[in-house]
């Protein structure tokens, strides 16, 4: 019986070593956006892309919370990397953050984008792997997202009639 017990033990362990390596097919039809669910916790890569349509991180696939997102055509097999570490600082590209700003406005950025404005997808703009700029078009704002050395992600606003501030990150 107890042979049994440790039989069970060990390939209960075993099955929830395996939910970490999950692999998780996702696929843009035509340009609409599509998420994925799966532990995003860490690091994620593209194991196989399936489309003829490119998949580049932060551009037509990226990881928001809980999932990952392909779009612009990108088809592609996913997997959690388990040779990352968790508690490193990023290496760059656009960190999952949230903030608010004077004036009531709220940002919200997905790992690898895109980024809202006040609950809508602003035009995003790449400088480097660790400086980003947001638009919204409508209100003529714009946000400025940077990684910091030390891992933390700094937001700053600009917007009409001068108006400018530092946000105030609320959840990384």
Partial sequence: MRGIRLCVLALSMLSASAAFAQEVTCESQGSKRTECPMDTEGAVRLVKQLSNSPCTEGVSWGLSKHAVWVE???????????GASTSAAPSGGLQLVNATCPGHIAVHADRGGPVYINGKEAKLKKFNENYFEARD??????????????????VSYTGKNRANGICQVTAQ
């Fill in 137 to 154: 078009e409508a209100t003529g704002t714009v946000v400025s997202i940077n990684n910091n050395p030390d891992g933390s992600v700094g």
């Fill in 72 to 82: 612009r055509g990108c088809r592609g097999v996913f997997a959690k990397d388990t």
